[in-house]
């Protein structure tokens, strides 16, 4: 699906990431774990702008229209779908068939509120669904989501995400909940300091493992090498080369 070499991105000349070389493929469902900072946002928004015509990116920036309704907010995920003349004629008069669609996404996002509700009065995590409703309404093969349950309690988090990977092909997912990305996904991605230090096959870890990991690069403040954050590991039952796995 799209392979990256030496991909480099620098902000006001520090460096945000740095990639030798990763792979993402059709049919996968990627997390992408590390600590705050770490290039993890840079790392998707790349990945979306790449496959743009084929995806579907909910960011943690959200990027809503307060005074629009939840409706207008989740049509307009999929406004280059459309005509002109349609896009404009659903703003002032939603049709039938976008309400409907629109609404079993809301359903679907467990949104309890009337469509028609501005999102300016919605709670925090009301509003990441209704941003993340916009993504689902563009029905693209490949979800990119960036922390989008991060505002939810985790049991309604599980239950959508279980939604979003069942209506996808493949799911590009930053998580910080290492349970999830344990038990949801097929492959976890971790970052160092805009670097690659784990990629793996999710059934080859577990959850200490992970954990450890998770841990390990959220305490180290000093940058002693990246690749020493995976080798610290208790790998107990992972082969030392899985850990950055080229996945063929
Ligand atoms: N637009 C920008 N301008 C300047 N620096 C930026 C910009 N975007 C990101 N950065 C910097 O790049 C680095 C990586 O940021 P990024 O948002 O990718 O991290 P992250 O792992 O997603 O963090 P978080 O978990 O907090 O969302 C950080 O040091 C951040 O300050």
């Avoid at 620098?10 to 996968?28: M, N, P, R, V, W």
């Avoid at 307009?76 to 459309?82: D, E, K, T, V």
């Avoid at 896009?87 to 976008?98: G, H, I, R, S, T």
């Amino acid at each position: 699906m799209l392979t990256l070499n030496n991909l480099i991105v620098q902000f006001e000349g520090k460096t945000a990431l740095d990639i030798d070389a990763l792979s993402f493929y059709h049919g996968e469902k990627v997390a992408i774990i590390g600590r705050s900072g770490c290039g993890k946002s840079t790392l998707v928004n790349h990945i979306f702008e790449q496959l743009r015509p084929t995806s579907a990116l909910c960011s943690q920036r959200q990027g809503l229209v307060e005074n629009l309704s939840v409706f207008h907010n989740i049509f307009m995920g999929a406004l280059n779908q459309h005509s002109w003349y349609y896009n404009l004629a659903n703003l002032v008069y939603p049709f039938k068939e976008p309400r409907q669609a629109i609404q079993q996404i809301a359903d679907a996002l467990e949104l309890d509120c009337p469509l028609s509700q501005p999102v300016s009065a919605l709670s925090g995590g009301q509003r990441q669904r209704v941003a993340l409703g916009r993504a689902l309404y563009q029905r693209q093969a490949l979800l990119i989501g960036d922390e989008p349950f991060s505002a939810l309690d985790p049991v309604m988090g599980q239950r959508l995400l279980t939604e979003v990977l069942a209506s996808h092909d493949s799911v590009i997912m930053v998580l910080h909940d290492m349970d999830m990305a344990l038990s949801y996904f097929d492959r976890v991605i971790g970052l160092r300091d805009g670097r690659t230090v784990l990629d793996i096959d999710a059934a080859a870890l577990d959850l200490h493992t992970l954990e450890a990991f998770y841990q390990e690069s959220c305490d180290s403040k000093a940058a002693d090498g990246v690749d020493n954050a995976a080798a610290r590991l208790d790998l107990s039952q992972v082969e030392p080369q899985q850990c950055l796995a080229k996945h063929e």
